[in-house]
Each structure stands twice: as C-alpha cells, then as structure tokens.
C-alpha cells in the first residue's frame, strides 16, 4: 500500500509540473502574439487616421490612400484590437485561428477596394467597375 501511495503523490508531482509549464508556455505565448498584433494595430490605426498617407500600388507607384481605403483600415485596426483583448482574456487556439482568418480576409478587402478605385487613385466610373465584375 505503501508504494502505490508515494506513486501516486509522485505522478501527481508531475502533473501539476507539467501544468505549471504549460501555463508557463502558455503566458509566453499569448505575450508574443499580442506584440506582433499591437504592432499591426498601430500600423493600421496610422493608415485609419492619416498618419500613413500614401500606399505603394502593384507598379511600384506612391498614390494616396482613398476615403474607402482608410475606412477598411479603421476596421481592421478594430477587429486587431478585439483579437488582443481577446487573446489576453483566453487563449482558444481554435478560435484564435478564426479571428485571424477573418483578420486576413479584411487585409484581401483593402487590396480589392484599391482595385476598384484605379491605379492613379481616381475612382472608376460605376459602368468600368459593372464589366470588371
């Protein structure tokens, strides 16, 4: 009886080792996404309010950002954010994985409302964008 008793102490030891480094691993983990979100966040929140002015297009050419650019830019600086508090509070990988496909999603949204608006950064008429779709 004796031996199934210590036995059971020490996988218990064990258990509760393995916990503490997960938690560990955890906590340094949720850190390190939350640095790489926050520097995206301002990234966005730059183009959002002006700070970032201008965007480079496929050519290579600068051209200013449009009204409709910096909406989706502010959307996405908001989403980031949501995605930081929500890592910060718990970290569901699986739901962690969604946010940030949804995340990407929006980023594939800025580049197709730079499409529709033109290369010069003219906006093109309602027909040329009827006969692109």
């Given at each position: 009886?004796?031996?199934?008793?210590?036995?059971?102490?020490?996988?218990?030891?064990?258990?509760?080792?393995?916990?503490?480094?997960?938690?560990i691993?955890?906590?340094?983990?949720?850190?390190?996404i939350?640095?790489?979100?926050?520097?995206?966040?301002?990234?966005?929140?730059?183009?959002?309010?002006?700070?970032?002015?201008?965007?480079?297009?496929?050519?290579?050419?600068?051209?200013?950002?449009?009204?409709?650019?910096?909406?989706?830019?502010?959307?996405?600086a908001?989403?980031?954010?949501?995605?930081?508090n929500?890592?910060?509070?718990?970290?569901?990988?699986?739901?962690?994985?969604?946010?940030?496909d949804?995340?990407e999603?929006?980023?594939?949204?800025?580049?197709?409302?730079?499409?529709?608006?033109?290369?010069?950064?003219?906006?093109?008429?309602?027909?040329?964008?009827?006969?692109?779709?």
């Amino acid at each position: 009886m004796q031996g199934r008793y210590n036995s059971r102490i020490r996988i218990g030891l064990r258990l509760d080792k393995m916990r503490r480094i997960l938690y560990i691993d955890t906590q340094r983990l949720r850190g390190r996404i939350i640095v790489q979100l926050e520097e995206f966040f301002y990234i966005a929140s730059g183009y959002a309010r002006g700070k970032i002015s201008k965007t480079v297009d496929k050519d290579g050419k600068e051209r200013p950002l449009t009204i409709a650019e910096r909406q989706l830019w502010a959307r996405i600086a908001a989403y980031t954010a949501q995605i930081i508090n929500s890592i910060a509070n718990g970290l569901d990988e699986r739901q962690i994985d969604k946010d940030l496909d949804k995340l990407e999603e929006m980023l594939n949204k800025t580049s197709a409302a730079a499409k529709t608006q033109g290369i010069g950064g003219e906006p093109k008429r309602p027909s040329e964008q009827a006969k692109q779709q």
